[in-house]
T-cell receptor
Framework: DQQVKQNSPSLSVQEGRISILNCDYT??????FLWYKKYPAEGPTFLIS?????DKNEDGRFTVFLNKSAKHLSLHIVPSQPGDSAVYFC????????????FGTGTRLQVTL | ETGVTQTPRHLVMGMTNKKSLKCEQH?????MYWYKQSAKKPLELMFVYSLEERVENNSVPSRFSPECPNSSHLFLHLHTLQPEDSALYLCASSPRDGSSYEQYFGPGTRLTVT
């Protein structure tokens, strides 16, 4: 059973527009969520995170929103740039399992000119 | 050298071979992880080491054998693998002081079992 789901395997967005990547989770014990970005031939790179005590966290062009009641989080990239083209992974961790992250399958974002 | 490094970057091995993957972190972390990434699947956690002690083993077949000689180095010893073991193997590290959940990944080893 997949506890972290990214239902969109791919997304194409025009440069300058907003990219919205979505993630759903089923385990209510998760209380910390992260987004990673992965380029081909490289390992995932940490992008931004959010604790369950917040509903929004912003870092430059990247904002993560958390809706705990819906068990849903999203990553907004504004404005999107061609260099943002990569695979984005959502991950979740829970109290007492700080060493263990559960990952989604990833969404491939393509930012077009 | 900074961050998390992995060698080799690519490995092709036969089912009867024995090989080892190496990971080294230069971040002063004291937890290290092995993940497997297969096509169209989530990253699968294989092993977790905290302060050089294995704290998690996610039902990984015994043909995969981890070793953590110190907090900076992690190995994955491979023997008699199967073709379905072909995947990207990622190493990661993190602090274990409870300050964050963030894990820092190496570039991975692309393993092909023939």
């Amino acid at each position: 059973d997949q506890q972290v789901k990214q239902n969109s395997p791919s997304l194409s967005v025009q440069e300058g527009r907003i990219s919205i990547l979505n993630c759903d989770y089923t385990n209510s014990m998760f209380d910390y969520f992260l987004w990673y970005k992965k380029y081909p031939a490289e390992g995932p790179t940490f992008l931004i995170s959010i604790s369950s005590i917040k509903d929004k966290n912003e870092d430059g062009r990247f904002t993560v929103f958390l809706n705990k009641s819906a068990k849903h989080l999203s990553l907004h990239i504004v404005p999107s740039q061609p260099g943002d083209s990569a695979v984005y992974f959502c991950a979740a961790g829970g109290t007492g399992t700080a060493s263990k992250l559960t990952f989604g399958t990833g969404t491939r974002l393509q930012v077009t000119l | 050298e900074t961050g998390v490094t992995q060698t080799p970057r690519h490995l092709v091995m036969g089912m009867t071979n024995k090989k080892s993957l190496k990971c080294e972190q230069h971040l002063g972390h004291n937890a290290m992880y092995w993940y497997k990434q297969s096509a169209k699947k989530p990253l699968e956690l294989m092993f977790v080491y905290s302060l050089e002690e294995r704290v998690e083993n996610n039902s990984v077949p015994s043909r995969f054998s981890p070793e953590c000689p110190n907090s900076s180095h992690l190995f994955l010893h491979l023997h008699t693998l199967q073709p379905e073991d072909s995947a990207l193997y990622l190493c990661a590290s993190s602090p274990r002081d409870g300050s964050s959940y963030e894990q820092y990944f190496g570039p991975g080893t692309r393993l092909t079992v023939t």
